[in-house]
């Protein structure tokens, strides 16, 4: 078994969809660099998990350009294209997906006045009253 790491940021929208056999599978696919400068070249990996593992939410999360850690069994996919040219590709049958980014957090309520770094916990005037005895 030839078990490899990736990370790169999606490239595409995962998809959801159910097999024939009733079986969940999402597809999603990762960019694998390998080289530097001139040389730098960028293979696609298509990358499938199957069973409970696709089920769930995760496909919410797992939308174009998020990034990603995947880990799980490399194979190369041979296939004839509508030509009829075969074609090889590299693909992963996914255990395990770590996203990177972070989620957005809920919006907290704005506060009147100036920010917290800014207001005078220890004098219980409003700011308005201080104005007054400034004298300038």
Not at 30 to 35: E, L
């Amino acid at each position: 078994m030839n078990n490899h790491t990736i990370s790169g940021n999606l490239g595409r929208d995962a998809e959801l969809r159910i097999a024939q056999s009733g079986t969940a599978v999402l597809s999603f696919s990762v960019p694998m660099k390998s080289g530097y400068g001139k040389r730098e070249k960028v293979d696609w990996v298509n990358c499938a998990m199957f069973g409970k593992r696709a089920e769930g939410k995760l496909v919410e999360y797992m939308k174009k350009g998020t990034p990603v850690v995947v880990s799980g069994e490399t194979y190369v996919d041979t296939y004839t294209d509508k030509e009829g040219v075969e074609k090889t590709s590299l693909a992963m049958n996914v255990s395990n997906v770590t996203l990177m980014g972070k989620r957005d957090a809920p919006q907290e309520p704005k506060q009147d006045g100036p920010p917290p770094s800014e207001q005078h916990l220890d004098n219980p005037e409003p700011a308005a009253a201080l104005d007054d005895t400034i004298p300038f």
